[in-house]
Nanobody, 113 residues
């Protein structure tokens, strides 16, 4: 059974940092791409950052220079979020692409003073 376990969300003040993690288990085939998306009420889910199995990364313009995506092994991905802004508030979802696409359950990130 495939599971994506996300952690690291929470409440942080503007300018603060959070680190999200997503651990995938039960995926037999090679994972080509891992990424983070976010969604706010009434808006479409949007790409935040993604990383390939070769380490190539891609970021949304709004987070470049502040967020860093990384992988510690074939099945775990992290999102280091620095200099957080109120507009970063959203539910963050992990997405894993193998022979199929899998989504995590989402973790809330709230940036507020």
């Amino acid at each position: 059974q495939v599971q994506l376990v996300e952690s690291g969300g929470g409440l942080v003040q503007p300018g603060g940092s959070l680190r999200l993690s997503c651990a995938a288990s039960g995926i037999i085939r090679r994972i080509y791409l891992m990424g983070w998306y976010r969604q706010t009420p009434g808006k479409q889910r949007e790409l935040v950052a993604a990383i390939t199995d070769r380490g190539t990364t891609n970021y949304a313009d709004s987070v470049k220079g502040r967020f860093t995506i990384s992988r510690s092994n074939a099945n775990t991905v992290y999102l280091q979020m620095n200099s957080l802004k109120p507009e970063d508030t959203a539910v963050y979802y992990c997405k894993v692409t193998s022979s199929m696409v899998y989504w995590g359950q989402g973790t809330q990130v709230t940036v507020s003073s």
